[in-house]
């Protein structure tokens, strides 16, 4: 789905330009992201595969929730509104804790080069696994893996092949504020 998005300099600063979301991945244009990573207190993660029907990187394995913010929209209430979509449940704002915002730019073809900076959270999932409800037109699957076992996925040069490929340094950071979080 094209949506009107914010369109930001290369420091993260809004512009005060909104262009559909196509045209900002036609550009290279910076624009804003949220990703949301759910784990459980044993030590597992949710992942999504991403439906077959997506453009970029279709049917890997990615991050629980993801999705654009929408022009004027505000991040956390960007947050909101995709875990609801995608995954069908309701969450407070308070449940939601940032770890970060981070830069990644994708060259996936010419036409195609999705720079954004990904606005980044972790949060407890307090529902069973059994009552998500996945948005067949973004999600295709929907698992929970544990951090031991999707760290070695990712150490694995064969096994990385089914997962987004974002940095090693994004996904340990993750790691360490799921980990850090659990601990507590």
């Given at each position: 789905?094209?949506?009107?998005?914010?369109?930001?300099?290369?420091?993260?600063?809004?512009?005060?330009?909104?262009?559909?979301?196509?045209?900002?991945?036609?550009?290279?244009?910076?624009?804003?992201?949220?990703?949301?990573w759910?784990?459980?207190?044993?030590?597992?993660?949710?992942?999504?595969?991403?439906?077959?029907?997506?453009?970029?990187?279709?049917?890997?394995?990615?991050?629980?929730?993801?999705?654009?913010?929408?022009?004027?929209?505000?991040?956390?209430?960007?947050?909101?509104?995709?875990?609801?979509?995608?995954?069908?449940?309701?969450?407070?704002?308070?449940?939601?804790?940032?770890?970060?915002?981070?830069?990644?730019?994708?060259?996936?073809?010419?036409?195609?080069?999705?720079?954004?900076?990904?606005?980044?959270?972790?949060?407890?999932?307090?529902?069973?696994?059994?009552?998500?409800?996945?948005?067949?037109?973004?999600?295709?699957?929907?698992?929970?893996?544990?951090?031991?076992?999707?760290?070695?996925?990712?150490?694995?040069?064969?096994?990385?092949?089914?997962?987004?490929?974002?940095?090693?340094?994004?996904?340990?950071?993750v790691?360490?504020?799921?980990?850090k979080?659990?601990?507590l």
């Amino acid at each position: 789905m094209d949506e009107l998005i914010d369109i930001l300099d290369s420091d993260g600063n809004k512009t005060g330009k909104t262009a559909l979301k196509s045209e900002a991945h036609r550009n290279g244009w910076f624009h804003q992201t949220v990703h949301i990573w759910f784990y459980t207190n044993d030590n597992k993660v949710l992942l999504q595969k991403r439906a077959k029907s997506k453009v970029i990187f279709p049917l890997l394995w990615d991050v629980s929730v993801a999705g654009h913010i929408g022009s004027g929209e505000k991040i956390e209430a960007s947050a909101l509104r995709e875990i609801e979509e995608e995954i069908g449940i309701i969450v407070q704002k308070s449940d939601l804790q940032k770890i970060g915002c981070f830069t990644s730019i994708q060259k996936h073809s010419p036409n195609l080069i999705d720079s954004e900076y990904h606005h980044t959270f972790i949060s407890k999932l307090k529902v069973n696994f059994t009552l998500l409800k996945k948005q067949d037109i973004e999600v295709e699957d929907l698992q929970l893996k544990s951090i031991s076992e999707f760290k070695r996925d990712l150490n694995d040069s064969e096994m990385q092949k089914l997962y987004v490929p974002h940095s090693k340094e994004y996904y340990n950071l993750v790691f360490k504020a799921i980990e850090k979080t659990i601990k507590l």
